[in-house]
């Protein structure tokens, strides 16, 4: 499985302001994915990143409210802009697996937005 | 579309119990894998099992097992010799064979049971 560091893994911020969550990985991979965790809710999909191209994102997501970055292989960020209350959520990135199947995750961010 | 439905919010078991939790999907496809998740108070998501669903034969992993019935479109977890560390949600996940449309993964999550672990 892939070792995956997902910084910060908190934070609180300010209504209006932006965050950016960075994900880094072990080893190279091809895609890598940003989730929405709601409080008390499952994970939703917010998009996927692979390394060169812009980002695919899920009905209900868009570009200039969660814009991501691939730099490379190993390195990815989600940024939440101009945040509102309702952003507040755990925001987890990940990887597939070896066998290009599961996913494994980063420990994910706790945002607040007060 | 693909659907999961984890029908028990919350369940709970006395330490050294046995558990099963319940998951159903829908799906058109013949082929694809289900999971299932753990995520603890630390927010990790820690992969539990996988089945594909071509095997008829039942993933296993030490106290974890699963029953997958492909035709009735049902796949449980079973916590052999709970312990106080399975004290988590437990989220069934499933994914199509392929990645589907445009590079999208379309991994499908269940809304997740609350598992405690009674000392």
């Known amino acids: 499985s892939a070792v995956i560091s997902q910084k910060p893994s908190r934070d609180i911020c300010q209504r209006g302001t932006s965050l950016t969550i960075q994900c880094q990985v072990d080893?190279?991979?091809?895609?890598m994915f940003w989730y929405r965790q709601q409080p008390g809710q499952s994970l939703t999909l917010i998009a996927t990143?692979?390394?060169?191209?812009?980002?695919?994102?899920e009905s209900g997501f868009v570009i200039d409210k969660f814009p991501i970055s691939r730099p490379n292989l190993t390195f990815s960020t989600l940024t939440v802009s101009n945040m509102s209350p309702e952003d507040s959520s755990i925001y987890l990135c990940?990887?597939?697996?070896?066998?290009?199947?599961?996913?494994?995750f980063g420990q994910g961010t706790r945002l607040t937005v007060v | 579309a693909q659907t999961v439905t984890q029908s028990q919010p919350e369940m709970s078991v006395q330490e050294a119990e046995t558990v099963t939790l319940s998951c159903t999907y829908d799906?058109?496809?013949?082929?694809?894998?289900l999971f299932w998740y753990k995520q603890p108070p630390s927010r990790q998501m820690i992969l539990v099992i996988r089945q594909e669903a071509y095997k008829q034969q039942n993933a296993t992993e030490n106290r974890f097992s699963v029953n997958f019935q492909k035709a009735a479109k049902s796949f449980s977890l079973k916590i052999s010799d709970s312990q106080l560390g399975d004290t988590a949600m437990y989220f069934c996940a499933f994914i199509g064979p392929a990645y589907s449309g445009a590079g999208s993964y379309q991994l499908t999550f269940g809304k997740g049971t609350k598992l405690s672990v009674i000392p």
């Open positions: 799906t058109s496809e013949s082929n694809y894998y």
């Open positions: 990940s990887v597939e697996g070896r066998e290009g199947v599961e996913a494994f």
């Open positions: 080893s190279q991979v091809t895609m």
């Open positions: 990143a692979n390394q060169g191209s812009e980002a695919t994102y």
